[in-house]
């Protein structure tokens, strides 16, 4: 059994590092990588409070790792992918505290391969180190649940304070176990202090959450519908991130078979635990369902951030439950069966998605290599999310413009394959002299003889085939206040 668990744990770290690098950083990593951790500890903490929506511990430990490894792809997501490696063993260790051996392998398998924690494993963000705290804290406290140890009980109110150092979002599930220790030892004195400490954290960090509660960081995330948001989770906790985060349509699809494998696991293990009683209720289950809804509870009465990667504390305990269910199977090798086309399928997947440009971050590295530096005034226009990477990938000065007239001799338009064909609406003047594809974008490059001034509005109009564009352009396109007209006369 050790061999099978050490083997799946080397097939999680293989798949977790060996596409480190591979896609360029997406937006919220740019942040991550290029204005939160350069500079000092201080600095890097001030950052936090003023741009990020997380506490600062996973900020903390990357500022660290990047004077070791740097802030390139590969450096900075080690971090993270070293997280999700150490999720892979410790899933085992809650699968064999539920249930036994048998549905620890089965939670070790299917953590090692599931392609939403793949994803978030190689993602310079703190989602990974938020899964591996309250996997830990899941584990300590079925412990506690078991044996009541000092050990165990001073364990749990650990990993449960670093997780809610991580992310805002662990508090549900600690929440959860805390109040079942409460209920199972409340006249323990030492549940008791270990709760109150756990909850003295959640105070201190109360008021940066109140500071970072800014509606240009996280407001568009109540634009979508609840119910949309919570479908879209349960997709993506079974194939990762294929819909908006991509700015592709969602891939539901790919989700059918997985999910209907796991979700028929769910109903076993509760099966399962209703013929041995309410009094072995699976705490797992109990855990990552009650996170899912004390957030959707919380959208409700108006504190709205329900998205999938904030419910990721819920995926572990989620497959953790799905695991038990499947070890009770009876025939054993109907089980077996199951869990094995489960992961071999999201293996499948995970190859897959390496393979398929559709299915991946947007590559701005590549983009950014093809639009190459400009000695005229040049505007580019593309994805809103795209701004921070293309910017940071660049590195020639090129940043975000928020409004008024351009003086630009050229216009490099970042498009989908669905609009590449459409001619973009420019003023006569320019013309179109180069058109290159990228995975699934297309640069399209217009020139004018000489620079001209175009309304910002007209630039941002452009058809690109995304939601909402972003205008970037380099030093000296601003029009001065006396460049005349604003619809395509030369500038002399």
């Given at each position: 059994?050790?061999?099978?668990?050490?083997?799946?744990?080397?097939?999680?770290i293989?798949?977790r590092?060996?596409?480190?690098?591979?896609?360029?950083?997406?937006?919220?990593?740019?942040?991550?990588?290029?204005?939160?951790?350069?500079?000092?500890?201080?600095?890097?903490?001030?950052?936090?409070?003023?741009?990020?929506?997380?506490?600062?511990?996973?900020?903390?430990?990357?500022?660290?790792?990047?004077?070791?490894?740097?802030?390139?792809?590969?450096?900075?997501?080690?971090?993270?992918?070293?997280?999700?490696?150490?999720?892979?063993p410790?899933?085992?260790?809650?699968?064999?505290?539920?249930?036994g051996?048998?549905?620890?392998?089965?939670?070790?398998?299917?953590?090692?391969?599931?392609?939403?924690?793949?994803?978030?494993?190689?993602?310079?963000?703190?989602?990974?180190?938020?899964?591996?705290?309250?996997?830990?804290?899941?584990?300590?406290?079925?412990?506690?649940?078991?044996n009541?140890?000092?050990?165990?009980?001073?364990?749990?109110?650990?990993?449960?304070?670093?997780?809610?150092?991580?992310?805002?979002?662990?508090?549900?599930?600690?929440?959860?176990?805390?109040?079942?220790?409460?209920?199972?030892?409340?006249?323990?004195?030492?549940?008791?202090?270990?709760?109150?400490?756990?909850?003295?954290?959640?105070?201190?960090?109360?008021?940066?959450?109140?500071?970072?509660?800014?509606?240009?960081?996280?407001?568009?995330?109540?634009?979508?519908?609840?119910?949309?948001?919570?479908a879209?989770?349960?997709?993506?906790?079974?194939?990762?991130?294929?819909?908006?985060?991509?700015?592709?349509?969602?891939?539901?699809?790919?989700?059918?078979?997985?999910?209907?494998?796991f979700?028929?696991?769910?109903?076993?293990?509760?099966?399962?635990?209703?013929?041995?009683?309410?009094?072995?209720?699976?705490?797992?289950?109990?855990?990552?369902?009650?996170?899912?809804?004390?957030?959707?509870?919380?959208?409700?009465?108006?504190?709205?951030?329900?998205?999938?990667?904030?419910?990721?504390?819920?995926?572990?305990?989620?497959?953790?439950?799905?695991?038990?269910?499947?070890?009770?199977?009876?025939?054993?090798?109907?089980?077996?069966?199951?869990?094995?086309?489960?992961?071999?399928?999201?293996?499948?997947?995970?190859?897959?998605?390496?393979?398929?440009?559709n299915?991946?971050?947007?590559?701005?590295?590549?983009?950014?290599?093809?639009?190459?530096?400009?000695?005229?005034?040049?505007?580019?226009?593309?994805?809103?999310?795209?701004?921070?990477?293309?910017?940071?990938?660049?590195?020639?000065?090129?940043?975000?413009?928020?409004?008024?007239?351009q003086?630009?001799?050229?216009?490099?338009?970042?498009?989908?394959?669905?609009?590449?064909h459409?001619?973009?609406?420019?003023?006569?003047?320019?013309?179109?002299?180069?058109r290159?594809?990228?995975?699934?974008?297309?640069?399209?490059?217009?020139?004018?003889?000489?620079?001209?001034?175009?309304?910002?509005s007209?630039?941002?109009?452009?058809?690109?085939?995304?939601?909402?564009?972003?205008?970037?352009?380099?030093?000296g396109?601003?029009?001065?206040?006396?460049?005349?007209p604003?619809?395509?006369?030369?500038?002399?």
């Amino acid at each position: 059994m050790v061999s099978a668990v050490l083997g799946l744990t080397a097939a999680g770290i293989a798949i977790r590092f060996s596409t480190l690098g591979l896609q360029s950083y997406h937006h919220d990593e740019v942040i991550t990588a290029a204005r939160v951790l350069p500079g000092s500890f201080t600095h890097m903490l001030h950052e936090v409070r003023a741009s990020e929506s997380t506490p600062p511990l996973y900020y903390a430990l990357a500022w660290g790792w990047a004077k070791l490894f740097g802030t390139g792809e590969a450096g900075l997501r080690s971090l993270s992918a070293l997280f999700g490696a150490a999720t892979i063993p410790l899933a085992y260790l809650i699968g064999r505290e539920l249930a036994g051996r048998r549905a620890g392998l089965i939670a070790t398998a299917m953590v090692a391969v599931n392609p939403m924690l793949i994803w978030y494993s190689q993602e310079a963000r703190a989602y990974s180190l938020l899964v591996l705290l309250t996997a830990a804290s899941l584990f300590f406290f079925l412990r506690a649940l078991r044996n009541a140890r000092s050990t165990d009980i001073a364990l749990w109110a650990l990993f449960s304070a670093l997780a809610l150092c991580s992310h805002y979002f662990a508090a549900f599930p600690v929440a959860i176990e805390a109040i079942w220790l409460l209920a199972v030892f409340r006249r323990d004195r030492e549940v008791v202090l270990a709760i109150a400490g756990v909850g003295a954290i959640g105070v201190l960090l109360a008021p940066l959450a109140l500071l970072q509660a800014n509606p240009d960081h996280i407001g568009w995330i109540s634009s979508s519908p609840l119910v949309q948001r919570v479908a879209d989770t349960a997709s993506s906790f079974m194939i990762g991130e294929t819909g908006k985060v991509i700015a592709e349509p969602p891939r539901n699809n790919y989700a059918i078979f997985p999910g209907a494998i796991f979700l028929a696991a769910l109903f076993a293990a509760v099966a399962v635990q209703g013929r041995r009683g309410r009094a072995t209720l699976n705490p797992a289950l109990i855990v990552g369902c009650g996170s899912i809804l004390l957030a959707v509870g919380a959208a409700v009465a108006g504190s709205d951030y329900v998205i999938g990667r904030n419910l990721l504390p819920a995926l572990v305990p989620l497959t953790a439950a799905a695991a038990v269910g499947l070890a009770a199977i009876r025939p054993a090798r109907l089980g077996l069966l199951a869990a094995t086309a489960l992961c071999v399928y999201w293996l499948a997947f995970d190859a897959y998605v390496v393979a398929k440009p559709n299915l991946q971050r947007p590559d701005f590295r590549d983009l950014a290599a093809k639009i190459g530096p400009s000695s005229r005034p040049r505007a580019v226009v593309a994805w809103k999310l795209a701004a921070d990477p293309l910017s940071y990938y660049l590195a020639d000065g090129t940043g975000h413009v928020w409004g008024g007239p351009q003086r630009v001799g050229e216009v490099d338009a970042i498009v989908k394959q669905s609009v590449a064909h459409r001619p973009l609406r420019l003023p006569p003047a320019f013309h179109q002299v180069e058109r290159v594809r990228e995975g699934r974008l297309t640069l399209l490059r217009y020139r004018a003889p000489r620079p001209h001034v175009v309304r910002f509005s007209r630039l941002k109009a452009l058809r690109t085939g995304f939601g909402v564009n972003v205008v970037l352009a380099n030093e000296g396109s601003a029009a001065p206040l006396s460049a005349g007209p604003p619809l395509g006369g030369p500038l002399r």
